[in-house]
C-alpha cells in the first residue's frame, strides 16, 4: 500500500468513528489532567472524537496528547487543540 493509499483509508476511518460520535458541533466540557493538575476544556464532539483518535493512534492517552499540546501552546488551550486536530486532519 502506498503512502496515499494509507492516508486514504486512515482518513476514511476516522471520518466514520466520526460520524458515529453525537452531535458533532455540539460542545462538551470535559477534565483532563495536564501535568498533574485537572482542567476543563470544551470542545465540540467532533474535536473531542479526533483527539481521541490521534492519541489512539499515537499509543497515548488523551491527557498526554492535550500536555503535549499544553506545552506548545501560544494562546487559549481550546484553540490550540483545534488547530493541532485541524493540522493532523490536513497532514501538517
Known amino acids: 500500500m502506498n503512502d496515499i493509499s494509507m ?22 466540557k470535559r477534565s483532563v489532567v495536564i501535568s498533574g493538575h485537572r482542567t476543563s476544556i470544551s470542545l465540540e464532539n467532533v474535536f473531542w472524537e479526533a483527539l481521541r483518535t490521534i492519541a489512539v493512534e499515537k499509543g497515548i ?3 498526554q496528547l492535550v ?3 499544553d506545552r506548545q501552546r501560544t494562546g487559549n488551550l481550546s484553540s490550540a487543540i483545534r488547530t493541532f486536530v485541524l493540522l493532523d ?4
Open 89 to 92: 486532519a490536513i497532514g501538517d
Open 7 to 28: 492516508l486514504m483509508t486512515r482518513g476514511s476511518a476516522r471520518r466514520a468513528r466520526i460520524k458515529n460520535a453525537e452531535d458533532p458541533a455540539e460542545i462538551k
Open 67 to 69: 500536555t503535549d499540546i
Open 61 to 63: 492517552s488523551v491527557n
